[in-house]
């Protein structure tokens, strides 16, 4: 579990990352003060990188439905923090209590954006029509994407509406599986090999993560 955590911690909350486009903010009309030597962007923010997580849900009728979100985060050592406004997604949470988060990852990069497009609301089929499938989790009453190698299975354990008028939903994770083709040799998953996307706030496009830079809690030690 260790391993994939560095990943969820890269935010703090989750918000929907499909037909919601950010519109770029007018520095000339801000009322932010200009910072010296730098381009101001006003109220605009960029958090990098944003996990491409995607959440699978059934609805009242057993249909698996997907929607990829970003600024998602972990917010305790087992537990999934992230704020949704209204969307299928949420309908069904509040329903089965319960869902599932895989990773979009190079090889799935169209579906997945697919995913965040195409509301299940309009199109209740979209898993088969984007050409994936989904089974049953054995753990809770949510679907795993068969062809994301790695899940994570949660129950909702907190699920309350914010005053900005969204869903501010706590999961907690009851069990993590990942197929043999994303693991090292000891048995542990590895980043490299999933591939996982981000999503690039800065310019609404998608990077894959891949190469290790350093070790953490160790490439720092040379300034103790």
Known sequence: MKKILPLLALAATLTACG???????????????????????GAKGVITPL?????????????????????????????????????????????????????????NVAQSDY????????VPDKVKRSGFSATKSPNVDAPIINEYPLTLECRVIEMEQTSLGEA????????????????DEAGNVDLGKLQPIVFDSSRNIYRAVGDSVGQAWGSGKKYQ
């Open 115 to 122: 995913f965040g497009i195409v509301s299940a609301n309009d």
């Open 19 to 41: 037909t919601d486009k950010a519109e770029p903010t007018n520095p000339a009309t801000n009322a932010s003060t200009q910072v010296p030597g730098r381009k101001n962007f």
């Open 168 to 183: 501010r939903v706590v999961g907690e994770i009851v069990n993590m599986s990942a197929e043999a083709a994303v693991l």
């Open 51 to 107: 996990p491409a997580i995607m959440i699978a849900t059934y609805d009242s009728n057993g249909n698996p439905d997907v929607m990829m979100a970003a600024w998602g985060g972990q917010c305790g050592p087992n537990h999934i923090c992230f704020n949704l406004s209204e969307h299928k997604t949420t309908e069904n949470l509040r329903l089965k209590k319960a869902f599932t988060v895989s990773f979009a990852s190079k090889d």
